[in-house]
């Protein structure tokens, strides 16, 4: 009898530990299964954060100083118009009519010059850029650049990269020309991707620079 109940017990203790050992094994697989979980969700995330850093597009370091800039020309010309009639005839009432014309006229057409000089200056700074991929097999690779207008908001223009060409122009601020508009973008900011795949360096007056420094450093070492 006493084998018997012996028997049992260890049965039970034997039962007990199995079903313990189950648990276990599945609390350790649920938990396996969570950090697989956990892991491929980060990879995904980080490839879908590479992917799109990957491809970042350009933004221009200075874009807010120029917009700036164009706005307080903008306002300078507007208060040289309004402000310039007002204070000529506070301080000068008894000029004659044509005399307070000239003055105007001459305060009027300096500050709308300095404003189309600075229109002239940076019509060509590009303040974003980016890369469009064509959706159709062979389709060319087209840019979408964004500008400043003469009021300081900005438009996007598109070009085709086969259109980029060296400009002639002799403005201080240009890269390239495209169908006859011109673009300057600070070579540095530029994404590597980008820089490559419009093969930037045939414009970047400082790799040039550097590359013919380079060639007669090689020159010399050959003589």
């Avoid at 057409?109 to 062979?138: A, C, D, H, N």
């Avoid at 259109?163 to 070579?187: C, H, K, N, Q, T």
Wanted: hydrophobic share 40%; with cysteine.
């Amino acid at each position: 009898m006493s084998s018997r109940i012996a028997l049992e017990r260890a049965l039970r203790r034997s039962l007990a530990r199995e079903r313990s050992y189950v648990a276990r094994c599945a609390s350790t697989r649920s938990n396996d299964a969570k950090f697989v979980e956990r892991t491929q969700r980060a990879e995904k995330k980080s490839s879908l954060t590479s992917s799109s850093t990957a491809r970042a597009p350009y933004v221009a370091a200075l874009g807010d100083t120029v917009r700036k800039v164009k706005l307080l020309s903008l306002a300078s010309l507007g208060a040289c118009v309004v402000g310039t009639p007002a204070l000529i005839e506070l301080t000068s009432p008894s000029l004659v009519f044509e005399a307070k014309a000239a003055a105007c006229g001459t305060v009027m057409s300096f500050g709308m010059f300095t404003t189309v000089l600075l229109q002239w200056f940076v019509s060509p700074y590009v303040k974003t850029m980016r890369i469009e991929k064509g959706g159709e097999i062979g389709a060319e690779t087209r840019v979408r650049a964004t500008k400043f207008g003469w009021n300081a908001r900005t438009y996007e223009t598109t070009f085709a990269a086969s259109a980029m060409r060296e400009s002639e122009s002799s403005r201080p601020l240009v890269s390239w020309e495209a169908d006859g508009r011109l673009f300057y973008v600070e070579m540095g900011g530029v994404p590597k991707y980008m820089y490559d795949e419009l093969d930037l360096v045939r414009f970047d007056d400082q790799a040039k620079a550097e590359a013919a420094a380079e060639k007669m450093k090689e020159e010399e070492l050959d003589d």
